[in-house]
């Protein structure tokens, strides 16, 4: 697999030779030719703003920051293949810092890894531009509004007004085809957290990490529209891309042009969690 050093030594031949490939940080690496070329050859012009949202977004994230700079640029290009902004108040597409132990031969080496997260806004996007659909929507089902559910002929009945609580139940998905089918999927709360607990990979399965911590029914209402689509949906090019890619760490191959997948699900990999430490245990840890 392609290395950091590899891509370095790579864009430090193409640059002025005072230019050593130990300075090359993330933010150098944005600034060679090379990179910007590649977010040209995506984006053409909407690279320099791109970039730019890439740029304020790191230097606003300490932890963002730490990680390993290809790793941040290829899950930005995965997001620019799919023409998605990175901004994460915009919902769309997210970069986010993440730990990783790789076992090398006999050792387990810890890595600091960007991720790309598709959110649920990216869904409805790619959906939309397929031009198949004539309605697309998810949301929460409150306590009292429910008023049944029958998985087999997928008959939704729900009150928006019963609502007696803040309570959330479940989270139900809906879409209708230019062609006149329809596909329901409801999930209850129990079932969210099932899949989620399944998939966390912090240590402690049950803890609340990540986007899931910040925001639990945005990630629920993905959860959903993600299982919607990619069983009963339309898989454009760009919807098959971006199911393939949530969720995961890319590297990118030597000559730099080709982005590569990492799963975290793969047999040398343990302990890998979002990042979650605070500013005062970071500094325990150093101590």
């Known amino acids: 697999m392609a290395t950091n050093d ?23 690496l944005m600034n060679t030719p090379t990179m910007k070329k590649k977010f040209e050859d995506i984006l053409h012009e909407k690279s320099d703003s791109f970039m730019g949202s890439l740029m304020t977004l790191v230097s606003g ?5 730490k990680a390993e700079p290809m790793t ?3 899950g930005a290009m995965k997001a620019a293949t799919m023409d998605l902004p990175i901004d994460k108040n915009l919902g769309y597409a997210y ?14 080496i810890k890595h600091n890894e960007a991720q790309f997260i598709l959110g649920y806004k990216g869904y409805i996007q790619l959906a939309q ?12 089902i409150y306590e009292g509004q429910l008023t049944s559910w029958n998985p087999l002929t997928e008959e939704f009945i729900f009150s928006y007004e019963n609502k007696t609580s803040d309570e959330v139940i479940g989270y139900v998905g809906y879409f209708e085809l230019l062609n006149g089918f329809k596909k329901t999927v409801y999930w209850t709360k129990n079932e969210i957290e099932a899949h989620r607990i399944k998939n966390n990979k912090a240590k402690d399965k049950t803890s609340l990490s990540g986007a899931w911590r910040d925001n639990y029914n945005a990630m629920a209402i993905k959860t959903v529209l993600r299982s919607l689509l990619s069983k009963w949906g339309i898989l454009s090019v760009e919807m098959q891309t971006a199911i393939t890619s949530d969720e995961r760490v890319f590297k990118q191959a030597e000559d730099g042009s080709v982005i590569e997948e990492l799963s975290i699900n793969d047999e040398s990999i343990k302990d890998a969690e979002i990042i979650e430490e605070t500013e005062e245990q ?6």
């Open 6 to 28: 590899d891509l370095k030594n790579q864009l430090q031949n193409q640059q002025p030779q005072q230019v050593s490939a130990s300075s090359l940080g993330f933010k150098a």
């Open 282 to 287: 970071s500094e325990q840890g150093e101590a």
């Open 129 to 140: 531009r397929s031009g198949q659909y004539k309605s697309l929507n998810a949301l929460e």
């Open 95 to 108: 970069i986010v810092p993440f730990n990783r132990s790789e076992k090398v031969g006999d050792r387990w």
């Open 61 to 65: 994230d300490d932890y963002l920051s």
């Open 72 to 74: 941040i640029i290829a």
